[in-house]
């Protein structure tokens, strides 16, 4: 799993994406990219227990920020600008992760407990692999 993209905001908190093997109100496999008090946090769930991962580098508001996140078997990885990037690993045997047809930008109905407001800004440049995604 990659995905890099170029985003902005101009608040403190909020979620870039979401993906889940379920519903999202509902326990499974899961990715989620938020913004936690200035930071970029990513999160996954391969179904043996949450890895969590935040940038060491605060987020400046208004400005435009580039994002790289890889995730490969248990191993995530994220990259915020030319910073060093902050890696992670899950516990466990699994390496997949099961995605479903649940993939929100920006954020996501019926949440509770994560990140309860959406992104207030702009994503741009969005790639999930090397393949470009249309937000328009």
């Excluded at 994406?17 to 930071?39: K, N, T």
């Excluded at 391969?46 to 490969?72: C, D, E, M, N």
């Excluded at 994560?114 to 249309?134: A, I, M, N, Y």
Aim: one cysteine or more; aromatic letters at 8%; proline letters at 4%.
């Amino acid at each position: 799993t990659s995905i890099k993209v170029r985003f902005r905001t101009f608040g403190s908190c909020g979620l870039l994406f979401y993906s889940s093997e379920y519903e999202p109100d509902r326990q499974g496999d899961r990715l989620e990219i938020s913004i936690v008090d200035h930071h970029v946090k990513l999160s996954y769930d391969l179904g043996g227990g949450s890895v969590t991962v935040s940038s060491l580098t605060p987020i400046t508001l208004g400005a435009w920020h580039s994002l790289h996140v890889q995730r490969y078997r248990g191993d995530g990885m994220l990259q915020l600008d030319d910073h060093d990037p902050v890696t992670g690993q899950a516990e466990g045997s699994i390496s997949s992760l099961n995605l479903g047809n649940y993939s929100y930008i920006g954020g996501v109905p019926n949440r509770e407990g994560r990140v309860t407001r959406g992104l207030e800004g702009c994503v741009k440049d969005l790639k999930f692999g090397l393949q470009p995604v249309s937000l328009v």
